[in-house]
C-alpha cells in the first residue's frame, strides 16, 4: 500500500512528464488525475491548486537535473566525456519538452518562469566551469571566454528547440541539436581536444 509520501511523489512524477509534453496549459487537473490513476480528491488534498503542483513539478525535476548532472562529472574521466554524458540527458529532455512550456510558463506563471531562468544561469556559470577546467587540461583553445561560449551554447539550443522552419528541410530537430552540440564543441577544442571529441562520437551514434 502506498504512503502519503508515495502518493505525492507519483503525482510529481506523472505531472512532470505531462508539464513537460503538454506545456502548463494544457496540462489540467483532469488529466494529472486521470494519468496518476487517482481522483480529482486525491489529488486536490496533496495539491490545493494547480499552481502549487507546477511549482513543486519544477522544483523536482531541477533537483534532478542537478543531481544527474553532479553524478556524472563526479565519474567522467574528463570534461569532454562528461559534457557527452550530459548532453545525452539533455537531448532525451530537449526531445520530451513541447515548445509551449516556456512561453507558457512565463504567460502564467512569471515566478516559476525566473526560477526557470535562475535555472538557465546556472547551466551557463556550470559549463562554463567545465570548459575553464578542459582549457587548464588543454583541450579547449586558451583565448576562448568560456562564459560567452556556454551562453551562446544555450542560447542556440534554445532557438533550434522553438524554431518551427527546421520542418522545411530535410533533417529533424534532433539532427539540428546533435549538429549543434559537435559543432560547438569542434569550434573550442585544441587537437587533442578533437581527439577526445571523435572519440566520443563514436560512442554516442552507438547508443542511438
Known sequence: MKTE???????IQEAGKLL??????????????????????TLYEKFPDKLTLVKECIEAEHRRQNEQVKQIFDQSENCFAALF????????????????????LQRLYPELFVK???QEHNF????SSVLKQAQ?????????????AAFLFLTTMSNLHHNDSIADYDFK???????????FLRGIATASG??????????????N
Open 136 to 148: 587548464a587540461e588543454g583541450d579547449v583553445l586558451p583565448d576562448i571566454n568560456t562564459d560567452i
Open 173 to 183: 530537430k534532433i539532427n539540428a541539436f546533435d549538429g549543434a552540440f559537435l559543432n
Open 5 to 11: 509520501m508515495d502518493v505525492k511523489e507519483h503525482i
Open 194 to 207: 578533437r581527439q577526445i571529441i571523435d572519440a566520443n562520437v563514436g560512442k554516442m551514434k552507438e547508443a
Open 85 to 104: 554524458n550530459v548532453y545525452t540527458h539533455v537531448r532525451e529532455y530537449m526531445q520530451n519538452m513541447s515548445t509551449a512550456y516556456v512561453d507558457d
Open 124 to 127: 551557463v556559470l556550470g559549463l
Open 116 to 118: 526557470q531562468r535562475e
Open 20 to 41: 513537460q509534453r503538454v506545456g502548463p496549459t494544457s496540462m489540467t487537473m483532469d488529466i494529472v488525475a486521470r494519468s496518476c490513476g487517482i481522483s480529482k480528491r
